[in-house]
């Protein structure tokens, strides 16, 4: 078999956990293949893709800043990923580039594992109305959770979001402070999809835990704590929590399958990663 060459596209990326994961899959399937990141300015995307055609790399996932600029250097780009309004995923067909967006499906894959069919009872609060919770909401819509409400910051965003994910569960959006106040208690599962408890932010918290029930389940996207305090706290509650290293090794293993149509040990990947995070 041709080895074959993946790539990483983003800035910065020197921290970023893929090429391990993808290699090592690579490893345990007898594969030839090597993934390898590279940063890339803002400003050489174009270049970047040029050569990447030129010297024949397969694939490549796309990353931050990249996933919505990357667009418009593709021939085709799939209905979801259209919809989500970023690509994470470009598949290289003698030339001709695919984009996708698989972030939205390795969420679902990995909330899936934890809640089993009970997923399509649930009412799902998300929280944040950028780039990730359009992924999120997308999936679960399609899906067809019992009910999706959208809350941020900014309420247009949330309004937006609203009218562009919806498919088989309608999306609700929801001011801040109504959503705070009173509807909490009402969701099963609460999602953070934005970047409050990441590193270096690490002791602030998305949305307040006074009014989330005993039973419900908390789900943050962010892996980098692997439990951040809105985890912590929440699990004090007696509240189920899931982060988000389960989306990052979902994505990524749906992203592998695209590029060489196996689906890869999730379990593996996962604990490739964990045990690089020192988790
Ligand atoms: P991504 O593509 O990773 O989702 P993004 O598009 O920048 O990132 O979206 C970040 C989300 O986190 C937004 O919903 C943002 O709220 P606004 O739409 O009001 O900007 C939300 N967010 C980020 N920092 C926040 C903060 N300190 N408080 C409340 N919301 C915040």
Redesign the pocket.
Known sequence: MTAKLFALLGSPVEHSMSPLMHNRAFNRLNLPHRYHAFDVEPDKLGEAVESLKVLGVAGWNVTVPHKVSIMEHLDEIDEEAEKIGAVNTVVNENGRLFGSNTDGQGYLDSLLDETGPALKEMRVLII??????RAVTTVLSRFGVKEIVVT???YE?AEAISHICTSNTEVKPMKREETEAEAASRFDLLIN????GMSPRIDDMPFPIENIREGAMVSDLIYNPLKTKWLRECEKRGVAIHNGLGMFVGQGARSFERWVNVLPDVQEMKRDVLAQLGG
């Open positions: 944040g109305a950028g780039g990730a919770a941020n910051r900014t965003k999809t934005t970047s409050i």
